[in-house]
Protein backbone atom coordinates (compact mmCIF):
# COMPACT_ATOMS: atom_id res chain seq x y z
CA UNK A 1 0.00 0.00 0.00
CA UNK A 2 1.42 2.91 -0.85
CA UNK A 3 1.48 6.06 1.29
CA UNK A 4 -0.87 8.08 -0.49
CA UNK A 5 -3.34 5.46 -0.48
CA UNK A 6 -3.26 4.96 3.13
CA UNK A 7 -3.95 8.94 3.55
CA UNK A 8 -6.86 8.24 1.13
CA UNK A 9 -8.20 5.52 3.39
CA UNK A 10 -7.61 6.84 6.35
CA UNK A 11 -9.22 10.30 5.41
CA UNK A 12 -12.29 8.13 4.08
CA UNK A 13 -12.66 5.83 7.05
CA UNK A 14 -12.57 9.54 9.46
CA UNK A 15 -14.87 11.02 7.37
CA UNK A 16 -17.06 7.74 7.62
CA UNK A 17 -16.87 8.36 11.42
CA UNK A 18 -17.59 11.98 11.35
CA UNK A 19 -20.57 11.67 9.32
CA UNK A 20 -22.12 8.88 11.29
CA UNK A 21 -22.03 10.77 14.19
CA UNK A 22 -23.31 13.81 12.47
CA UNK A 23 -26.32 11.34 11.55
CA UNK A 24 -26.59 10.13 15.28
CA UNK A 25 -27.32 13.84 16.39
CA UNK A 26 -29.18 14.78 13.33
CA UNK A 27 -32.93 14.86 13.40
CA UNK A 28 -34.85 13.57 9.80
CA UNK A 29 -36.48 17.02 10.00
CA UNK A 30 -33.52 19.33 10.36
CA UNK A 31 -30.12 20.31 8.84
CA UNK A 32 -26.40 21.72 9.73
CA UNK A 33 -27.01 25.11 8.84
CA UNK A 34 -24.54 27.40 8.23
CA UNK A 35 -26.14 30.65 7.50
CA UNK A 36 -28.51 32.17 4.74
CA UNK A 37 -28.14 34.98 2.16
CA UNK A 38 -31.59 35.90 1.59
CA UNK A 39 -30.95 37.50 -1.85
CA UNK A 40 -27.74 37.00 -4.22
CA UNK A 41 -27.14 38.03 -7.71
CA UNK A 42 -23.81 36.42 -7.71
CA UNK A 43 -24.06 32.58 -6.94
CA UNK A 44 -26.34 32.03 -10.42
CA UNK A 45 -25.33 34.93 -12.38
CA UNK A 46 -28.23 36.71 -13.80
CA UNK A 47 -30.93 35.10 -10.61
CA UNK A 48 -31.84 36.73 -7.89
CA UNK A 49 -31.17 33.95 -5.35
CA UNK A 50 -31.47 33.02 -1.66
CA UNK A 51 -28.57 31.26 -0.72
CA UNK A 52 -28.31 28.09 1.95
CA UNK A 53 -25.28 27.59 3.24
CA UNK A 54 -24.88 23.88 4.77
CA UNK A 55 -22.37 22.78 7.21
CA UNK A 56 -19.71 20.23 6.59
CA UNK A 57 -16.94 19.47 3.98
CA UNK A 58 -15.36 15.98 3.28
CA UNK A 59 -11.91 18.98 1.95
CA UNK A 60 -9.49 21.27 3.12
CA UNK A 61 -8.68 23.31 0.34
CA UNK A 62 -5.45 25.43 1.63
CA UNK A 63 -7.64 29.33 0.44
CA UNK A 64 -10.98 28.07 1.70
CA UNK A 65 -12.99 30.95 2.47
CA UNK A 66 -15.76 29.52 4.25
CA UNK A 67 -13.67 27.13 6.15
CA UNK A 68 -15.40 28.15 9.21
CA UNK A 69 -18.10 25.83 7.49
CA UNK A 70 -16.28 22.76 6.99
CA UNK A 71 -17.03 21.62 10.57
CA UNK A 72 -19.08 22.54 13.56
CA UNK A 73 -23.29 22.53 14.34
CA UNK A 74 -25.84 24.57 14.06
CA UNK A 75 -29.35 22.56 13.75
CA UNK A 76 -32.10 24.29 12.34
CA UNK A 77 -35.53 22.82 11.84
CA UNK A 78 -36.78 22.32 8.40
CA UNK A 79 -39.61 24.78 9.06
CA UNK A 80 -37.08 27.36 9.58
CA UNK A 81 -35.80 27.55 6.50
CA UNK A 82 -39.67 27.17 4.77
CA UNK A 83 -39.86 29.79 6.35
CA UNK A 84 -37.02 31.74 4.88
CA UNK A 85 -38.00 30.54 1.96
CA UNK A 86 -41.49 31.85 2.01
CA UNK A 87 -40.53 35.36 3.60
CA UNK A 88 -38.05 35.68 0.56
CA UNK A 89 -40.38 34.28 -2.00
CA UNK A 90 -41.58 37.14 -3.74
CA UNK A 91 -38.05 38.88 -4.83
CA UNK A 92 -36.21 35.45 -5.75
CA UNK A 93 -36.66 33.26 -8.55
CA UNK A 94 -34.25 30.72 -7.42
CA UNK A 95 -32.98 28.82 -4.05
CA UNK A 96 -28.84 28.06 -4.44
CA UNK A 97 -27.52 25.26 -1.53
CA UNK A 98 -24.11 26.36 -1.04
CA UNK A 99 -21.36 25.56 1.76
CA UNK A 100 -19.67 23.83 3.37
CA UNK A 101 -20.57 20.85 0.47
CA UNK A 102 -24.08 20.89 0.30
CA UNK A 103 -24.64 17.07 -0.55
CA UNK A 104 -22.75 16.14 2.89
CA UNK A 105 -26.63 16.76 3.51
CA UNK A 106 -28.03 15.38 0.61
CA UNK A 107 -30.93 14.51 2.68
CA UNK A 108 -31.71 18.47 3.84
CA UNK A 109 -31.26 19.34 0.19
CA UNK A 110 -33.45 16.70 -1.13
CA UNK A 111 -36.33 17.93 1.37
CA UNK A 112 -35.80 21.79 0.94
CA UNK A 113 -35.50 21.28 -2.86
CA UNK A 114 -38.72 19.77 -3.12
CA UNK A 115 -40.80 22.49 -1.07
CA UNK A 116 -38.73 25.28 -2.60
CA UNK A 117 -39.85 24.02 -6.46
CA UNK A 118 -43.58 23.45 -4.85
CA UNK A 119 -43.13 27.33 -4.53
CA UNK A 120 -42.46 27.56 -8.75
CA UNK A 121 -38.56 28.63 -7.55
CA UNK A 122 -35.47 27.14 -9.24
CA UNK A 123 -33.14 24.71 -7.61
CA UNK A 124 -29.35 25.35 -8.26
CA UNK A 125 -26.27 23.35 -5.87
CA UNK A 126 -22.67 24.51 -5.62
CA UNK A 127 -20.50 21.51 -5.21
CA UNK A 128 -16.98 20.33 -4.92
CA UNK A 129 -17.89 17.11 -6.52
CA UNK A 130 -16.66 14.68 -4.11
CA UNK A 131 -20.68 12.79 -4.09
CA UNK A 132 -21.56 11.76 -7.49
CA UNK A 133 -23.80 9.09 -6.44
CA UNK A 134 -25.66 11.78 -4.55
CA UNK A 135 -25.53 14.47 -7.32
CA UNK A 136 -26.91 11.90 -9.52
CA UNK A 137 -30.09 10.83 -7.41
CA UNK A 138 -30.76 14.50 -6.60
CA UNK A 139 -30.67 15.00 -10.78
CA UNK A 140 -32.46 11.40 -11.42
CA UNK A 141 -35.44 12.60 -9.13
CA UNK A 142 -35.59 16.39 -11.03
CA UNK A 143 -34.96 18.08 -8.08
CA UNK A 144 -32.33 20.64 -9.73
CA UNK A 145 -32.17 22.99 -12.54
CA UNK A 146 -28.33 24.05 -12.29
CA UNK A 147 -25.63 22.43 -10.52
CA UNK A 148 -22.24 24.57 -10.20
CA UNK A 149 -18.88 22.38 -10.07
CA UNK A 150 -15.58 23.56 -8.96
CA UNK A 151 -12.86 22.01 -10.59
CA UNK A 152 -9.91 23.10 -8.67
CA UNK A 153 -6.97 22.01 -10.47
CA UNK A 154 -5.47 19.37 -13.05
CA UNK A 155 -7.74 16.26 -12.44
CA UNK A 156 -4.99 14.13 -11.43
CA UNK A 157 -3.06 12.79 -7.72
CA UNK A 158 -0.88 14.93 -6.44
CA UNK A 159 -2.31 17.85 -8.29
CA UNK A 160 -5.41 17.49 -7.09
CA UNK A 161 -4.54 16.45 -3.47
CA UNK A 162 -2.74 19.70 -3.10
CA UNK A 163 -5.28 21.65 -3.74
CA UNK A 164 -7.91 20.15 -1.73
CA UNK A 165 -5.86 18.63 1.27
CA UNK A 166 -6.91 14.94 0.12
CA UNK A 167 -5.84 12.11 -2.21
CA UNK A 168 -8.52 10.46 -4.31
CA UNK A 169 -11.02 13.37 -4.81
CA UNK A 170 -10.12 13.49 -8.84
CA UNK A 171 -12.22 10.79 -9.41
CA UNK A 172 -15.30 11.41 -7.85
CA UNK A 173 -14.94 15.04 -9.72
CA UNK A 174 -14.75 13.37 -13.01
CA UNK A 175 -17.54 11.10 -11.69
CA UNK A 176 -19.66 14.05 -11.04
CA UNK A 177 -18.90 16.10 -14.23
CA UNK A 178 -19.95 12.45 -16.24
CA UNK A 179 -22.82 12.48 -14.89
CA UNK A 180 -24.25 15.93 -15.59
CA UNK A 181 -23.08 15.73 -18.79
CA UNK A 182 -25.28 12.35 -18.99
CA UNK A 183 -28.06 13.56 -17.15
CA UNK A 184 -28.04 16.41 -19.95
CA UNK A 185 -28.87 18.97 -16.86
CA UNK A 186 -27.56 22.57 -17.30
CA UNK A 187 -23.97 22.88 -15.46
CA UNK A 188 -21.34 25.41 -15.60
CA UNK A 189 -17.48 24.10 -14.67
CA UNK A 190 -16.28 27.18 -11.68
CA UNK A 191 -11.98 27.26 -11.88
CA UNK A 192 -10.80 29.37 -9.05
CA UNK A 193 -7.85 30.03 -9.99
CA UNK A 194 -4.54 30.55 -7.68
CA UNK A 195 -0.90 31.49 -8.35
CA UNK A 196 -0.11 27.89 -7.70
CA UNK A 197 -2.72 26.34 -9.90
CA UNK A 198 -2.24 28.93 -12.78
CA UNK A 199 -0.25 26.08 -14.67
CA UNK A 200 -2.13 23.81 -14.43
CA UNK A 201 -4.61 26.12 -16.51
CA UNK A 202 -3.43 24.39 -20.01
CA UNK A 203 -3.82 20.83 -18.90
CA UNK A 204 -7.58 21.62 -17.27
CA UNK A 205 -8.71 22.98 -20.69
CA UNK A 206 -7.59 19.91 -22.67
CA UNK A 207 -9.37 17.18 -19.77
CA UNK A 208 -12.27 19.61 -19.90
CA UNK A 209 -12.41 19.40 -23.89
CA UNK A 210 -12.18 16.06 -24.17
CA UNK A 211 -15.20 15.07 -21.95
CA UNK A 212 -17.30 17.98 -23.42
CA UNK A 213 -17.78 20.54 -21.17
CA UNK A 214 -19.46 23.22 -22.82
CA UNK A 215 -18.88 26.08 -19.81
CA UNK A 216 -16.09 27.36 -17.55
CA UNK A 217 -16.01 30.11 -15.45
CA UNK A 218 -12.84 31.50 -13.94
CA UNK A 219 -12.74 33.16 -10.72
CA UNK A 220 -9.79 35.22 -9.26
CA UNK A 221 -8.54 32.86 -6.42
CA UNK A 222 -7.91 35.68 -3.32
CA UNK A 223 -6.36 34.91 0.03
CA UNK A 224 -8.66 34.28 3.20
CA UNK A 225 -7.67 36.72 6.10
CA UNK A 226 -6.41 34.20 8.44
CA UNK A 227 -3.33 33.37 5.89
CA UNK A 228 -0.51 35.40 4.41
CA UNK A 229 -1.36 37.65 1.61
CA UNK A 230 -0.65 37.23 -2.00
CA UNK A 231 -1.05 38.63 -5.15
CA UNK A 232 -4.00 37.44 -7.15
CA UNK A 233 -3.81 35.79 -10.60
CA UNK A 234 -3.71 38.92 -12.67
CA UNK A 235 -7.32 39.95 -14.73
CA UNK A 236 -5.88 39.66 -18.01
CA UNK A 237 -3.98 36.44 -17.34
CA UNK A 238 -7.72 34.91 -16.65
CA UNK A 239 -8.42 36.60 -19.62
CA UNK A 240 -6.07 34.71 -21.60
CA UNK A 241 -7.28 31.77 -20.03
CA UNK A 242 -10.44 31.76 -20.68
CA UNK A 243 -9.50 32.38 -24.62
CA UNK A 244 -7.37 29.61 -24.62
CA UNK A 245 -10.49 27.24 -23.28
CA UNK A 246 -12.51 29.14 -26.30
CA UNK A 247 -10.40 27.89 -29.14
CA UNK A 248 -10.68 24.55 -27.36
CA UNK A 249 -14.72 24.58 -28.02
CA UNK A 250 -15.60 26.10 -24.08
CA UNK A 251 -17.73 29.06 -23.76
CA UNK A 252 -15.22 30.46 -20.86
CA UNK A 253 -16.29 33.50 -19.19
CA UNK A 254 -14.03 35.39 -16.28
CA UNK A 255 -15.26 37.06 -12.83
CA UNK A 256 -13.53 39.18 -10.56
CA UNK A 257 -14.49 39.44 -6.98
CA UNK A 258 -16.66 42.96 -6.48
CA UNK A 259 -17.11 43.50 -10.38
CA UNK A 260 -20.55 43.06 -11.81
CA UNK A 261 -21.53 40.77 -14.21
Known amino acids: MTEETKETEDAERMET????????????????LGGIVPLS??????????????????????HCF?????????FEDFAF???????????????VFSGGEALM?????????GFARKLGLKVGVESCGFYPERLASLLEEGLLDQVFLDVKAD????????????????????????????????????VTVFPETAKCVENI???????????????????????EPFEPVPKDQLEAF???????????????KGELG
Open 17 to 32: INSTELLKKADPKRLN
Open 41 to 62: TVDWPGTASMVIFMRGCPLRCP
Open 66 to 74: NDHLQTGES
Open 81 to 95: VEKEIKNAAAFISSV
Open 105 to 113: QSDAVRYIA
Open 155 to 190: LKDPEYASATGRFGVAPKVTESLEICLEAGAPFEVR
Open 205 to 227: GKTLSHMGIGSVMFQQGMPKESE
Open 242 to 256: AESFRTLGISAKVRI
